[in-house]
């Protein structure tokens, strides 16, 4: 997000935003409540999905009143407030109409807007957003008031800290580089004083009445299986606002920079535009690899948990940097272990050998399988019987090993890479016998 930014007036208030690319159609992302746009391009994540949206638009980005670098001495806005700041933005960008996409919270601002202002809105998209807050007779789904109050004092007192990550993605808490992205976006956001008046003008707001009164095209998505926003809201949304398009996406990732980003990129694209980019192939092949730490449980006994988390800090530094000294792509971390591809896999099984020499420093042992086959992308991750198959062979290795599968050893005729071959193995899951080779270098 290489791009300045801007401050809009809203009576006395300076709203920051950034402008992105210079597509034909105006798109104006409004982030949940709490943002920095000094933030968004810290996490490749977010700032590969934005970055794609402005092959068909011209992207507004805001911080929010009360948030980021938007002046933050009148705490966060009222609906009424954020509708008249984003009109500002609009007016300081010369924007006639804008397409306008809210997640989560944002999209009840967005409703508002669009239903209020329907000649400066050209369409609405609401991705995992939600009506109401708190449980009514026609919304069921929604927590209750006590358990409203209780996640609310769970966040206030978990804000700012990795631990945080599990209410805003669950399904990326193991990540360290999310979790660690996700508490520094909430300390430069707002500090926790601001918190209990935000979340009391959260918790009262109730968009209901307002959904049939949108007249703007509008389209509605959400994942299958959100598991912070249930996907009964998105049902609601697209049920009560007239004519709207709804879309129900495969995954569980809340974030919508998560998971298969590209499918709502495309999706919005298309509403937009009338036509969606060609995805890229969503099968290709590649060399898989699989480490773990050895003992890992016992070493975490022995050293205790603040000094076993700084070495495995450290541990995850070593995979990355490796990674990318042999041009290979983390996937995931997983636990003390990781997964990560490559497009050839003499550089893989290089990696993994200086993986393995520079964590000895630290006092760890890890073990290694490869695989080379064809797998499935799936937005940030990858999939098919090949990871399985790479999982399984890491799994037979011992302490200091590298096994590979048969699949490996013609591949890199030539490289000067040794083998000693095993026997013939089943592996769990997957049919026939499997021929392993144990890396000599």
């Known amino acids: 997000m290489a791009s300045p930014v801007r401050y809009a007036k809203s009576g006395d208030i300076h ?3 950034r402008l992105l690319g210079d597509g034909p159609v105006d798109l104006m992302f409004v982030p949940v409540w709490t943002s920095n746009l000094d933030l968004y391009d810290s996490w490749a994540p977010v700032a590969r999905a934005l970055e794609a949206f402005t092959r068909f638009a011209r992207v507004i980005v805001v911080d929010r009143r009360g948030t980021g670098l938007s002046d933050r001495t009148h705490g966060i806005a009222t609906l009424e407030e954020g509708m008249d700041d984003l009109l500002a933005v609009l007016d300081d960008v010369g924007s006639e109409q804008v397409a306008l996409t809210g997640f989560n919270e944002s999209g009840s601002l967005c409703a508002l807007l669009a239903a209020t202002h329907p000649e400066r809105i050209s369409a ?5 957003s ?18 409203r109050d209780q996640q609310i004092a769970f966040m206030i007192e978990a804000w700012g800290q990795e631990d945080f990550a599990f209410i805003l993605n669950p399904t990326s808490q193991d990540d360290p580089g999310f979790r660690e992205w996700s508490a520094k976006w909430q300390r430069n956001s707002v500090t926790r004083d601001a918190l209990p008046a935000a979340y009391d003008v959260l918790a009262r ?4 009445h307002v959904l049939p009164l949108i007249r703007v095209p509008s389209l509605v998505l959400h994942r299958k299986d959100d598991q912070l926003v249930s996907v009964a809201n998105g049902r609601y949304l697209a049920e009560k606002i007239p004519g709207a398009t709804y879309v129900e996406l495969e995954g569980d990732d ?4 998560l998971g298969d980003w590209e499918a709502i990129v495309d999706e919005i694209e298309e509403f937009l535009t009338g036509t969606r ?16 730490v050895v003992g890992s449980s016992r070493k975490a006994a022995e050293l205790g948990d603040r000094r076993w988390k700084e070495v495995l800090d450290r541990h995850d530094e070593v995979v990355r940097s490796e990674l990318e000294r042999f041009n290979g ?22 990696c993994a050998c200086r993986i393995r020499e520079r964590v000895k420093a630290l006092g760890l042992e890890t073990r290694a399988g490869l695989h080379t086959g064809e797998v499935e992308i799936r937005g940030d991750d990858v999939g098919g019987i090949a990871v399985h ?7 037979l290795a011992g302490p200091g090993e590298l096994l590979v599968s048969s699949a490996i050893p013609s591949l890199v005729a030539g490289s000067g890479i040794e083998f000693e071959e095993r026997d013939e193995v089943e592996l769990k899951g997957i049919q026939g016998r499997w021929r392993l080779y144990r890396a000599l270098l």
């Open 205 to 208: 707001t109730d968009v209901r």
């Open 254 to 257: 809340h974030i919508p920079f």
């Open 389 to 395: 198959i790479g999982a399984r062979v890491s799994e």
């Open 329 to 350: 792509r983390l996937v995931k971390t997983i636990g003390d272990g990781a997964l990560a591809t490559f497009d050839g896999p003499a550089r893989a099984i290089r």
């Open 124 to 128: 609405l998209v609401l991705y995992a």
């Open 277 to 292: 980019r060609q995805r890229e192939p969503d099968r290709v092949l590649a060399t898989i690899l699989f480490t773990d």
């Open 130 to 147: 939600y009506a109401a807050t708190v449980r009514q007779d026609d919304y069921p789904w929604a927590p209750t008031p006590e358990e």
């Open 15 to 17: 709203i920051a935003y």
